[in-house]
């Protein structure tokens, strides 16, 4: 057996099919009915405890961890789980998917991670959706729910955990893309190299200013919250004044949080959502 304490009080119970550990973060929900694999190993996670709204998970098992011709992962979007904990309705001990290796539970237990199933899903999402984001622990109910003190990440420079420690380029072509990774997918990465572009890829306090071998800037996705990013939001803003007086500037976007450090380089301000809610395409 297995609990999940929210910072409001409330007590979820369920049975664990993950590793024998406990945890705490921020609770939030995904919405999508497939791609538990995808999100589980999604930077743009890290830190948090994942509900997943979709009411049987587990049914395909996970798949190996094959690399394509570009030398990235197929499968997985980082080389790693990112979540800190997994939240599910309905477990599906039995997978059947053509290309699985091993179940969903076996992983999770080999990469440390405590998930809990046999919950009410929909009242916990409701919770989070009404009060907005929350904090959690989860522990065994062996354990007493002050062995863990609350811990929100958003508080300390996620970015800094999943980003790249050394540049590594990829691919050739007659124009670079320098990327900054604060969270970089793997499959933003090969979208890039499949349009037949070499991308650099550095870490998210690279000082690229003084860096002239690229064609383009491509700010990635990450978690947590974007004015942790200080170093490379005044790259980026020292970036944009340079390439304005330009009469041709380079290209520079951004993604999730990528364009958020684009917003707060420009002089915007963000600023939280209410709802812990992590949707896939819209």
Known sequence: MMKLYLEDGSIFSG????????????????????????????????????????????????PPED??????????????????????????????????????????????????????????????????SLLGKMLKDSDNESDIEWHDPNKTNLVEQVSTKEIAVYGEGEYTILVIDCGLKINQLRCLLKRGVQVKVVPWDYNFLNDSDYDAVFISNGPGDPSQCKTTIDNVRALLEREQEKENPMPIFGICLGNQILGLASGATTYKLNAGNRGQNQ
């Open 15 to 62: 049975l664990s099919f993950g590793a024998d550990t406990v945890v705490a973060g921020e609770v939030c929900f995904q919405t999508g009915m497939t791609g538990y694999i995808e999100s589980l190993t999604d930077p743009s996670y890290k830190g948090q405890i994942l509900v997943l709204s979709y009411p049987s998970i587990g049914n395909y098992g996970v």
């Open 67 to 132: 690399v394509d011709e570009f030398g990235l992962k197929k499968f997985f979007e980082s080389n790693e789980i990112q979540v800190s904990g997994l939240v599910i309705a309905d477990y599906s001990e039995h997978y059947s998917h053509w290309n699985a290796c091993k179940s969903l539970s076996e992983w999770l237990i080999e990469n440390n991670i405590p998930a809990i199933h046999a919950i009410d899903t929909r009242e916990l999402i409701k919770t989070i959706r009404d009060h907005g």
